[in-house]
């Protein structure tokens, strides 16, 4: 299988690989006569002044390559998988699994469930340890792949073997002792099940989980997502404003323990609880840097404070065009975030008299109407509620709306196609504050 993820699939211009005459299609064989099992192995090995590379040419000609260089020096090549083997599956059924509450008919990498330890290294991804073996623990602690991000869930052993729906999940918390041991730092994640894991379950959780502070650098907890499509699945209930509260209750309560004995308040509660339980979010000190960004831990409370600076800056600056309105925008966005956008478009427009914005909240009609944040709205649900309403000379779409690179939405809708549906043109918002007041002054000013 692995003679498919060492394709070269690009020589750098100008590096050792070029001036070997290494093209794009040849697969690398081994290096020093060692097989390579995946991109870190490369990586390791090419780091010698001296190495011997085998490469086969797409005719089946195999060259012995030999490289004097300096250590650490890159051969220039890069792969048509980046991380030269195949991503290992999850063999979890994890009753909260979002992968298992998609609707069918989608495109077949949405289906696709890892649990890979290089891909957390490399991409941030939550593993459970249970599809990690010894060998894989090895070539963390050799290789120093720090951080690693791990989806806790629950302490109680017995409890993560029933989330998880594998009988070795309780088992395989022990490989976080191991980590620590090798000093490898960490970040956690839980999903939080009403009824399972919250409560005195979610008291221990955390209290176990400081015993690994310092290397242990961060626990999110975050609502479990609940689609519409969940027939035949473990009946789970979303939560109300009460629970929401008693989860910030209990978490804050940590905090201020954690920040008096280390210096850091450790566990957080995503966005999600405090929007639900109508409190307001934490200061920005509170997030500890926000290491939890990418769970929606600190990413409103960051946006809003972004978009401050940059209104005060833009004040000293430059100030606001005070000119009369040269048409209205638009701008679409989860329910989640929703007020928060439009209390910023509203301090937008008091500022700047020539801006008019329009906000819309969309609601998720494809995956199911508790799913409110923009990274899950699919084309055809903004087409079908933008479709008749006023938007002026340009929308705004946040770029989570797409897939990472690519002009595609979750349900494979095009942005083009929406930009022709919809007859007006699209602008992608990059997910800052900043981003957000240059996007809507330069949507007027055109």
Request: charged share 30%.
């Amino acid at each position: 299988m692995r003679e498919k993820t060492h394709i070269v699939k690009r020589v750098l211009p100008g590096s050792i690989a070029e001036e070997l005459e290494i093209e794009a299609g040849d697969r690398l064989v081994s290096i020093d006569d060692a097989e390579i099992e995946d991109i870190f192995d490369y990586q390791f090995m090419i780091q010698d002044t001296y190495v011997e590379l085998v490469l086969e040419k797409p005719d089946g000609e195999q060259w012995l390559l030999e490289v004097e260089k300096d250590y650490d020096e890159d051969l220039g090549l890069e792969f048509e998988n980046g991380l030269m083997d195949e991503y290992r599956h999850c063999r979890n059924k994890c009753v909260f699994c979002f992968i298992d509450q998609m609707p069918p008919g989608m495109r077949d990498t949405l289906y696709f469930k890892d649990d890979d330890s290089r891909l957390s290294f490399l991409q941030g991804n939550y593993v459970t340890l249970t599809n990690m073996s010894e060998h894989d623990v090895d070539r963390i602690c050799r290789y120093r792949l720090s951080p690693i991000n791990i989806s806790f869930h629950a302490m109680n052993p017995e409890l993560r073997c029933k989330m998880l729906n594998n009988r070795f999940a309780g088992e395989a918390l022990k490989k976080v002792d191991r980590l620590m041991e090798a000093d490898i730092h960490m970040n956690g994640q839980i999903v939080l099940c009403k009824g399972l894991n919250d409560g005195k379950e979610l008291e221990y959780s955390i209290t176990r989980l400081m015993e690994y502070i310092p290397n242990l650098e961060s626990v999110s907890v975050v609502p479990v997502g609940l689609t519409k499509y969940r027939e035949g699945l473990y009946p789970l209930e979303p939560f109300g404003k009460e629970e929401a509260e008693a989860v910030i209750n209990l978490i804050e309560g940590f905090q201020r323990e954690c920040y008096g004995k280390y210096g850091t308040h450790f566990v957080h509660a995503s966005d999600e609880w405090y929007i639900l339980a109508e409190r307001e979010l934490p200061e920005a000190e509170r997030y500890d840097g926000y290491l939890q960004l990418e769970n929606g831990v600190g990413m409103l409370r960051l946006l809003t404070d972004e978009f401050e600076e940059k209104m005060e800056e833009q004040v000293k600056k430059d100030g606001f065009p005070n000119t009369a309105p040269k048409g209205e925008i638009a701008m679409a966005t989860g329910k989640l975030a929703y007020p928060y956008i439009q209390r910023m478009a509203e301090r937008l427009m008091e500022a700047c008299p020539g801006v008019k914005l329009m906000v819309y909240p969309i609601t998720n009609f494809f995956f199911g109407e508790m799913i409110t944040v923009s990274g899950l709205i699919t084309g055809q649900d903004l087409l079908a509620q933008l479709q008749d309403k006023p938007l002026g000379r340009c929308l705004l779409l946040p770029e989570n709306i797409l897939r990472s690179g690519e002009d595609v939405f979750l349900d494979d809708y095009r942005l083009p196609e929406l930009e022709k549906a919809l007859q007006v043109p699209i602008n992608i918002v990059k997910s800052s504050g900043n981003d957000f007041v240059d996007s809507v002054l330069a949507a007027v000013s055109r």
